[in-house]
C-alpha cells in the first residue's frame, strides 16, 4: 500500500485522491474539535484522545510497519515539539471563548502562511485565481469569527485572551502542516511516518490530564471522557492522516487549503449539536468559504 502511494505521487490519480483525503479529513477535523469543546474539559479530552492515540497506534508502529530510521525518528521528535505547542494553544483558546469564535480563527490564519512557505520549501506556485480562492476561503472564515464575536455574551477580557490564543494555534496550524508534509516525504514508507507519528506525538496530554484528573476531578464523568476519547482516536487518525497522505501525493497548498472547509462543517456541528446559533449571515459566510476552497481546486 505504501508503495502504490508513492507510486501515484504527482500524478493525476494522486491529485484525485489527494482531493477527497483533504475534504474528507476536513469533515473529520470539524468532528475532532467539537469533541475537544463539547461535554468535557478541554484538556482531559485531548488527554484521552491522546491516550487512546498511543493505545491505537503502538501495535502498528511496532509490529506492522518498518520501523523508521534515524532521520525519521529525528524528524518526529521535532514533530512531538510542534504539535505540543498546537495542542497547549487549542486547549487555552477553547478554555476561554466559544467553539465558533474560536475555530475559524485558529483554521481561518494558517492556510495563508501554509501556501506561502508551501512555495518555499517545495516550489509550489498558485495561480492568480487560487490566491483569490485563498483569501476567500480566509476571509470567510475570519468574518465567521468575527461575525460569531459580535453575539458571545462572555467576559471581553477572556475572549481577547481566548482569540490571542487562537490566533497563536492558527501560526503553529501553518507550521506543523508544513513540516509534517516535509517529514512524511522523508520517509520510504508513508505509513511507517503515520504511525509512529500518532504514537510519538500523543504521548504528551495523557499526562496533562492525568494531573488534572487528580487535581480538580474529571467533570462529565471518566466514562463519558474515555469514550469519547477512544472516537477522537479513531477521528484524529482519519483527520491528521488524511492530510498528511493528501500532501505526500500532491500540493502541500492545496491539500492544507480545501482542509480548512473544516471551518463549515464546525459551523454546521455547532449549530446542529452544540446548539448554537447560526443565522443567513452565518450561512453566507459559509458558502464564501467554500466557495474560496471550489476556486483553489478549479484555478490550478
Known amino acids: 500500500m505504501g508503495d502504490w502511494l508513492v507510486s501515484i505521487a504527482g500524478t493525476p490519480q494522486g491529485a484525485q485522491l489527494a482531493t477527497g483525503l483533504a475534504l474528507m479529513s476536513a469533515l473529520a477535523h470539524a468532528v475532532f474539535g467539537a469533541l475537544q469543546k463539547g461535554r468535557h474539559d478541554p484538556w482531559l479530552m485531548r488527554g484521552s484522545i491522546d491516550g487512546w492515540l498511543v493505545v491505537m497506534s503502538a501495535p502498528v508502529a511496532f509490529f506492522l510497519v518498518p520501523w523508521p530510521n534515524a532521520q525519521t525518528f529525528a524528524i518526529l521528535g521535532g514533530a512531538l515539539f510542534i504539535h505540543f505547542g498546537y495542542k497547549m494553544t487549542v486547549a487555552l483558546a477553547y478554555e476561554r471563548a466559544a467553539y465558533t469564535v474560536v475555530y475559524p480563527v485558529i483554521r481561518g490564519t494558517g492556510p495563508l502562511v501554509t501556501v506561502l512557505a508551501a512555495s518555499i520549501l517545495f516550489g509550489e506556485h498558485f495561480t492568480p485565481l487560487q490566491w483569490l480562492g485563498v ?57 511507517t511516518f503515520l504511525a509512529w507519528f500518532f504514537f510519538i506525538t500523543a504521548l504528551d496530554f495523557p ?10 476531578g474529571a467533570p462529565g464523568g471518566i466514562g463519558s471522557l474515555i469514550a469519547r ?31 480548512e472547509t473544516s471551518t463549515v462543517f464546525a459551523a454546521l456541528i455547532g449549530w446542529f449539536i452544540l446548539g448554537e446559533k447560526v ?7 459559509m458558502a464564501m468559504i467554500a466557495l474560496g476552497a471550489v476556486i483553489v481546486e478549479m484555478g490550478g
Open 135 to 191: 483569501a476567500c476561503l480566509s476571509g470567510g472564515m475570519l468574518l465567521l469569527a468575527l461575525r460569531n464575536l459580535g453575539e458571545e455574551t462572555l467576559d471581553p477580557r477572556g475572549l481577547r485572551i481566548g482569540l490571542i490564543w487562537a490566533v497563536l494555534g492558527g501560526m503553529l496550524v501553518a507550521f506543523y502542516t508544513v513540516y509534517d508534509a516535509w517529514g512524511i516525504r522523508q520517509s520510504a514508507n508513508p505509513f
Open 229 to 259: 476519547g477512544a472516537a477522537g482516536a479513531v477521528i484524529a487518525w482519519i483527520s491528521f492522516g488524511g492530510v498528511m497522505v493528501a500532501t505526500r501525493l500532491d500540493k502541500v497548498g492545496e491539500a492544507a487549503v480545501l482542509r
Open 207 to 216: 499526562v496533562i490530564a492525568w494531573v488534572r484528573i487528580r487535581r480538580f
Open 279 to 285: 443565522g443567513p449571515r452565518r450561512l453566507v459566510l
